[in-house]
Structures are given as C-alpha cells and as structure tokens.
C-alpha cells in the first residue's frame, strides 16, 4: 500500500498547485538573482556559474543547497557525489521545474531536499512536484504509487494507477476500473465509481450518477434530490425539488416553492417574488417580508 504523507485542506488540489507553481517560478528567479550578486564577495561561498537557479550549488566537492529568501539556510547534501550531480532541466526541457530537481545518478533531490526510495538513473519528471520511477510515482518528496507503468492522468484532474484514484496527494477510490467523470464547476470536480458519486475526498453516494448534475457554488442534483458542499461536507437540501431547482448565487438558491439560503429553507419565503438585496450581507426580501441569511428580519416596507 503507498504511503499517502500529507491531508490538503478543502479545495482543489491542482488550483492550489497552480498558485504554487507560479510562486515557485518567482522564487527561483529572486533567489537566482540574489545568490548571484551575494557571489561578488571575496568571501562568499557561492560561486557564479556553478550554482543554479534553484539553488544547488557545488563547493570543494561538496553539494550544497540554499533555499534563497524563503527558506535562508545552507544545507549540505551529505550523500551526493559532486563529480555526478545534476539538476534536469536539460534531461527534461519541457518541463518548466525539472530545474527543481537533481541527481548524482543514484539519489534524488526536490528542492534540495531527498526524495527516500527514488532512483535517479530511471527517474523522470512530469508536472511541479511530480516524478516518477521504474517503480514508483512520487509527490514531492512522497512515495504516492508503485505502479508508474499504469499511472495516468484522468479528466477532471485526477490520476489513476491499476488500484486507486488520486486526487493530489490522497487516494480517493479504489475503484479505477469503474471510474467516471461527471463534470466540473467553479473549480469543482465530480466523479463516479462504483460506490457512487465524489468530489475530490468528499463523497455523496447517496447520489444517482446516472442523473447527477454539477451545479454553480458547490450544488449538485440528480433526478431525485439536491445536494451542497459546504465546509467539506456533503449536504441533502430537504425538500428541494430537481425539476425547478435553481442556483441563484453563492448563498441563495430556489425552487418552484422554496427559497434556501445554503442548505436552510427561508420561512414563508416566496420563490416567485424573492430577491437577493445583499449578497455580501446576505440579506433578501419577498413580497412581504425581508431575510437576513435564512431568518426574518421585518416585513417589506417598500409595499
């Protein structure tokens, strides 16, 4: 079984890997930049021309590596052989973070830090903190699969391998044969397997995938009920009707005789006259009273 090291807060995945990828890209140039001009002094242990914009760098035969603002300490590579070490952007040129990672041919480095278990004469990089070897896939410094002949990319941003589906860091099924995507919103992936439907870890097998529908903000719906994500967690809107369900912005939703503010019914509210007065204060009104979030807060006085 591969050992799965880190828990992602709720969200996606791969939108976080985005931001982090453009962070990292920004990282590299300052840190570049900066090392290069600290080089300039007589007594500077970096030396230009040897050391790389990731932040490798080679001194008395010694491998060393300096994290550049984020991250301002020196650490030295214990086991690397100097006269081997490489970064891989020039094995791996379309990979715009292969500069990230290198090797002496037998142990593995990401951001100067070891990656146990990786094989640096079979190793390849595919993505920002992704690799893999003639027996394993890694993320970042972690073993995520032992089999990297069936690891693959999935619509919807997933991957799968011959035992699991992945997203990110996180093995979410382990039933790739059956794997199904059902569509994406707001950043939002759904899936099927054969236990139901899921999103990312969250799963709503109550779900019908046969029917199932993504919707803005966080719904969804079958032929039979509708359903929220909120704060991580599935949630059936009781008494919402599919046929006439309809998302009407973050917080507020109808249908042909109810109005929600998330996954709670606004009392006597009236869908055919409801308003949003407030999205950010979450403040509505019908034709006879007004509502902050779910609750009354007054009768319309505009009538």
């Known amino acids: 079984m591969p050992c799965v090291c880190v828990n992602l807060a709720f969200g996606s995945f791969f939108a976080r890997m985005e931001a982090m990828k453009i962070i ?6 300052i ?8 080089c300039q002094g007589s007594n500077s242990s970096f030396k230009p021309g040897i050391l790389s914009k990731a932040g490798y760098y080679i001194q008395n035969d010694k491998v060393y590596y300096y994290g550049g603002f984020g991250n301002a300490t020196v650490t030295a590579l214990e086991n690397a052989v100097a006269a081997q070490f490489e970064t891989l952007e020039k094995r791996f040129p379309e990979q715009p973070f292969a500069h990230l990672y290198a090797t002496d041919g037998n142990h593995v480095y990401f951001e ?3 990656i146990n278990g990786a094989d640096g004469k079979t190793f ?11 027996q394993h896939v890694f993320a970042f410094h972690s ?9 693959v990319n999935v619509n919807g941003g997933l991957f799968k391998d011959r035992k699991h589906v992945y997203d990110g860091y996180r093995i979410v099924s382990d039933d790739p044969a ?10 939002r992936s759904y899936h099927a397997d054969g236990r ?15 029917t199932f529908k993504p919707l803005m903000h966080n719904y969804s719906m079958d032929a039979k009920a509708v359903f929220l994500i909120d704060e991580g967690m599935p949630l059936m809107l009781e008494g919402a009707d599919p046929a006439t369900f309809k998302v009407l912005s973050r917080y507020y939703a109808k249908d042909e005789k109810n109005v929600f503010w998330r996954n709670y019914k606004l009392p006597d509210a009236d869908p055919s006259t409801f308003q949003i007065t407030s999205e950010e204060h979450h403040e509505g009104r019908d034709q006879w009273r007004r509502y902050l979030q779910y609750a009354v807060i007054g009768s319309d006085s505009t009538k």
Do not use: C
């Open 24 to 29: 990292a890209g920004y990282m590299g140039l």
């Open 31 to 38: 840190t570049l930049v900066f090392n290069l001009l600290s």
């Open 112 to 114: 100067g830090k070891l």
């Open 124 to 134: 390849q990089v595919f993505g920002y903190g992704w690799a893999k070897d003639s």
């Open 143 to 151: 073993i995520l699969s032992d089999d990297p002949v069936h690891f």
């Open 178 to 187: 059956h794997l199904t995507y059902l569509g994406s919103t707001n950043l």
């Open 196 to 210: 139901g439907v899921f999103t990312g870890s969250i799963r709503i097998d109550p779900a019908d995938a046969e």
